[in-house]
């Protein structure tokens, strides 16, 4: 069974203060893991996709890592609207492009 | 970007009313997707569809129906809504052969 666990479930930051949240994925063979944000009381606003082991992407103070077992988003130096829930999820090589599991989320906040 | 509109934003409905949510999408996305997101669970998939006239079912489907009679519009009804059913619904979309889905505001809807 595909699954996707992130931690911390909860992470508080001081503004500049830089950290990693992760995002630990099983799946029978990667096509994708995607990065999304998600603001209170609105919809996931897609981030990134990863592809493959070594993979990076980056996006302002935001960047995406990617190894076998694991991804990373690291935020450098975040602002408070930086705060938010970051979710992370998965799709197997195999199946339709409905298979993605999505992990619980993050929920950030950064303190002025 | 995406954009996809849900309504409504809020419902509260009683137990056994038929409740239906729309969505909207006007990037002629082929693939469209609901998903239910509750505290401690991830987005769970209910349906999903590939194209017009093309609906199947997700991991929680019971209870809950679709229909794609145009490229835009995948408008999902709760036959006999229950109190299990109060959640936050969204509504997304991809282009078809990516994984990347966009997503919609949400609608709440409580089941009292």
């Known amino acids: 069974e595909d699954q996707v666990t992130q931690s911390p479930e909860a992470l508080r930051l001081q503004e500049g203060e830089s950290s990693s949240l992760n995002c630990s994925y099983t799946?029978?063979?990667?096509?994708?893991l995607f990065w999304y944000r998600q603001d209170p009381g609105k919809g996931p606003e897609f981030l990134f996709t990863?592809?493959?082991a070594g993979e990076e992407k980056e996006k302002e103070r935001l960047k995406a890592t990617l190894t076998k077992k694991e991804s990373f988003l690291h935020i450098t130096a975040p602002k408070p609207e930086d705060s938010a829930t970051y979710l992370c999820a998965a799709s197997p090589d195999s199946g339709g492009y409905q298979k993605v599991t999505f992990g619980t989320g993050t929920k950030l906040q950064v303190i002025p | 970007d995406a954009e996809i509109t849900q309504s409504p934003r809020h419902k509260i409905t009683e137990t056994g009313r038929q409740v239906t949510l729309a969505c909207h999408q006007i990037w002629n996305h082929n693939n469209m997707f609901w998903y239910r997101q509750d505290l401690g669970h991830g987005l769970r998939l209910i349906h999903y569809?590939?194209?017009?006239?093309?609906?199947n079912k997700g991991e929680v489907s019971d209870g809950y129906s679709v229909s794609r009679s145009n490229t835009e519009d995948l408008p999902l009804t709760l036959e006999s809504a229950a109190s299990s059913q109060t959640s936050v619904y969204f509504c997304a979309s991809s282009l078809a052969g990516t994984n990347e889905q966009f997503f919609g505001p949400g609608t709440r809807l409580t089941v009292l």
């Open positions: 990863l592809y493959s």
């Open positions: 569809s590939y194209g017009v006239h093309d609906t």
């Open positions: 799946v029978s063979g990667l096509r994708g």
